[in-house]
């Protein structure tokens, strides 16, 4: 098959998955349920071929929601990509960001990222080639996942290990912040049932800083791997004060975007480590950089996700396989969504996921399931 297409049309399709359990990131200010939007894209060469991708807004994490992922791809990124060759990823970033320009970093990186997957959906295709396979590295066949622990309080903690124990899951990442005391009961207690346990500890932001340099020593002694994101991801002298202080690797997460700006966190010595995820980044090509930057630099490099759903997760997943990442991966979307727009959706087994080995993504798509008109919520399996 030729190595060599054009882009000849590009279609969004916005689908809402119905959620399980308690996720905080997807419940409206009230409580509320909110589902879990994405934005599905199709992209068709010139010769017939077809990519899939999915942009993966969370508007209670960033700025960008299934309405303006909509409007920016149909209405800017899509007239610009047509008769663009579909190898040139890094040309097509260079456009992408053209069209839609840069803030502190890269301009609505969640959107650009269902163009950016489906781009290397297609690469692969047209070269039969897995993205582990493309990049000339050596995959993993299966990733390691943690569990996702967001209990509304220490009560509900225990009933939460044991449901994740009860899947096969061995790893753990919970949410912590703005409350110490009731983050350091929460850790101690998760250690003493599980203390094999790789805890990750995520504040998303939520500590303030001398809240932070106070527990930081505390979360490690009870036992924490690893603290990501304590602070406000404009907060860079405390988080140079954070790391000075030693206590805890510190893990940067919603700051970093592209890898320009990892680069200077590093030069300022402001982290121990970054967790990747894709869908923040604009997609595989700008997480690729970043990996390889951190692990040049001897840094910490942790897989990381927003919930993600079908083609955003098979992305993370191929990335992740391909690099070998060793820690359990913080992926909980097979946890929290209950539904699927894959022919064969994805299934943990014992706290694994299989990576898939396919060409491109190496997923496949069930067009019956998708949506014609505007947001479609998903049927929840059975």
């Given at each position: 098959?030729?190595?060599?297409?054009?882009?000849?049309?590009?279609e969004?399709?916005?689908?809402?998955?119905?959620?399980?359990?308690?996720?905080?990131?997807?419940?409206?200010?009230?409580?509320?349920?909110?589902?879990?939007?994405?934005?599905?894209?199709?992209?068709?060469?010139d010769?017939?071929?077809?990519?899939?991708?999915?942009?993966?807004?969370v508007?209670?994490?960033?700025?960008?929601?299934?309405?303006?992922?909509?409007?920016?791809?149909?209405q800017?990124?899509?007239?610009?990509?047509?008769?663009?060759d579909?190898?040139?990823?890094?040309?097509?970033?260079?456009v992408?960001?053209?069209?839609?320009?840069?803030?502190?970093?890269?301009?609505?990186?969640?959107?650009?990222?269902g163009?950016?997957?489906?781009?290397?959906?297609?690469?692969?295709?047209?070269?039969?080639?897995?993205?582990?396979?493309?990049w000339?590295?050596?995959?993993?066949?299966?990733?390691?996942?943690?569990?996702?622990?967001?209990?509304t309080?220490v009560?509900?903690l225990?009933?939460?290990?044991?449901?994740?124990?009860?899947?096969?899951?061995?790893h753990?990442?919970?949410?912590?912040?703005?409350?110490?005391?009731?983050?350091?009961?929460?850790?101690?207690?998760?250690?003493?049932?599980v203390?094999?346990?790789?805890?990750?500890?995520?504040?998303?932001?939520?500590?303030?800083?001398s809240?932070?340099?106070?527990?930081a020593?505390?979360?490690?002694?009870?036992?924490?791997?690893?603290l990501?994101q304590p602070l406000?991801?404009?907060?860079?002298?405390?988080?140079?004060?954070?790391?000075?202080?030693?206590?805890i690797?510190?893990?940067?997460?919603?700051?970093?975007?592209?890898?320009?700006?990892?680069?200077?966190?590093?030069?300022?010595?402001?982290?121990?480590?970054?967790?990747?995820?894709?869908?923040?980044?604009?997609?595989?090509?700008?997480?690729?950089?970043?990996?390889?930057?951190?692990?040049?630099?001897?840094l910490?490099v942790?897989g990381s996700?927003?919930?993600?759903?079908?083609?955003?997760l098979?992305?993370?997943?191929?990335?992740?396989?391909?690099?070998q990442?060793?820690?359990?991966?913080?992926?909980?979307?097979?946890?929290?969504?209950?539904a699927?727009?894959l022919?064969?959706?994805?299934?943990?087994?014992n706290?694994?996921?299989?990576?898939?080995?396919g060409?491109?993504?190496?997923?496949?798509?069930?067009e019956?399931?998708?949506?014609?008109?505007?947001?479609?919520?998903?049927?929840a399996a059975?």
């Amino acid at each position: 098959m030729s190595a060599s297409a054009k882009i000849a049309r590009v279609e969004t399709f916005p689908v809402v998955y119905p959620t399980r359990g308690r996720f905080k990131f997807f419940e409206d200010i009230h409580g509320r349920p909110l589902g879990r939007q994405t934005v599905l894209v199709k992209i068709t060469t010139d010769g017939g071929l077809v990519g899939w991708g999915q942009s993966v807004p969370v508007p209670t994490w960033s700025y960008e929601t299934l309405e303006t992922a909509l409007s920016t791809l149909n209405q800017y990124l899509a007239p610009a990509l047509i008769g663009r060759d579909v190898s040139d990823i890094g040309g097509i970033h260079a456009v992408m960001n053209r069209v839609i320009a840069s803030s502190f970093s890269i301009g609505q990186p969640i959107c650009k990222a269902g163009i950016d997957l489906a781009l290397h959906d297609l690469v692969g295709k047209l070269q039969g080639k897995s993205l582990a396979q493309l990049w000339n590295r050596r995959g993993l066949a299966r990733i390691e996942v943690g569990y996702t622990l967001n209990p509304t309080s220490v009560g509900d903690l225990e009933a939460s290990i044991q449901a994740g124990l009860k899947a096969g899951y061995r790893h753990f990442n919970i949410k912590v912040a703005p409350n110490p005391a009731v983050d350091l009961e929460m850790c101690r207690c998760l250690k003493q049932l599980v203390p094999d346990s790789f805890l990750w500890a995520d504040a998303n932001g939520g500590y303030d800083e001398s809240t932070a340099l106070e527990v930081a020593p505390k979360l490690a002694e009870a036992g924490v791997a690893v603290l990501e994101q304590p602070l406000p991801a404009n907060r860079l002298g405390g988080y140079r004060r954070l790391k000075k202080l030693g206590a805890i690797p510190i893990i940067m997460d919603e700051g970093v975007v592209s890898a320009v700006e990892l680069e200077e966190f590093i030069r300022l010595e402001l982290l121990d480590g970054v967790a990747i995820k894709p869908p923040r980044s604009g997609g595989l090509w700008e997480a690729r950089r970043q990996i390889e930057l951190a692990m040049a630099e001897g840094l910490l490099v942790l897989g990381s996700g927003l919930t993600d759903p079908d083609i955003s997760l098979a992305a993370s997943l191929g990335l992740f396989g391909a690099y070998q990442l060793a820690k359990p991966a913080a992926l909980n979307g097979c946890q929290f969504l209950a539904a699927s727009v894959l022919k064969e959706p994805f299934a943990p087994c014992n706290g694994f996921l299989e990576v898939p080995q396919g060409p491109g993504l190496g997923v496949e798509v069930d067009e019956e399931l998708l949506p014609e008109g505007p947001h479609f919520m998903l049927e929840a399996a059975a």
